[in-house]
């Protein structure tokens, strides 16, 4: 019933706003062609960079990593903050069942958006009545499959915030991307943010998001950054 209601609440935005938001995005529409970029995830690997040496290339980042300490020191030029009906005063969770949450940092995160002029933030299209810049634009699912240089009606996009950012840096038309602090996609994985105290606690080995990654490497160059080497599935690097 919540989803059929988000659904629908959904439809109507886009109903209002659909041509503002389609032509917003195709202004970006492969603005970067044939470039490379980083995509910065918040895996725990992220404590043992010197992020400063990243800022050679655009980087783009997503959740929370804008109160990253070194933040500034990157070339940010897009961030994805994906997640529905985020930047409402209560917003639901589907991560664990179904929740009502009080958003207790979304005020905080409102803020330094206003204060990153330059930065492009990409949103779900739920949050188009609460955030809102000229530097903001927003997903609509369907529309952004559109955009996809393959048949995307098999699989999701954005079922997590790799795959949403990686799904951007192809819309943009970045030709490669180095993958910084997506520890999945490591060999020797460790499950912990960056934020979070310790170096985490070893996975099983698995392959993660083959399916999508399988793909999408036809379009994209992607390189994981591993702090040991390794990937069990893409080209990797130290």
Known sequence: MIKKLSNYFKSILFYFKGDIIENKLKKLHN???????????????????????????????????????????????????FEPYWFLPIFVSGFKGIKFLINRIQKTH????????????????????????????YIEKTLMKTFMPFDASEIDLFQGSLRVEISLAIFLGFKKAYLIG???????????????????TKLKPRIWNKDFL??????????????????PLLKSIT
């Open 31 to 81: 603005i970067h062609l044939g470039e490379e970029c980083y995509i910065f995830g918040d895996g725990v690997s992220i404590k043992h960079f010197d992020l400063s040496l990243f800022n050679d290339k655009p980087s783009i980042v997503s959740n929370n990593f804008i109160f990253h300490k070194d933040f500034n020191k990157l070339n940010v030029k897009y961030y994805s903050m």
């Open 110 to 137: 409102i803020k330094k958006f206003k204060l990153n002029p330059n930065i492009t933030f990409f949103t779900d299209i739920s949050n188009a009545l609460s955030l809102k810049g000229n530097n903001v634009s």
């Open 182 to 200: 997506h520890d999945y996609t490591h060999k020797d994985a460790h499950a912990l943010h960056y934020y979070e105290k310790g170096n985490g």
């Open 214 to 231: 399988e793909i999408v490497s036809q379009h994209i160059n992607l390189t994981t950054v591993t702090l040991n080497g390794g990937s």
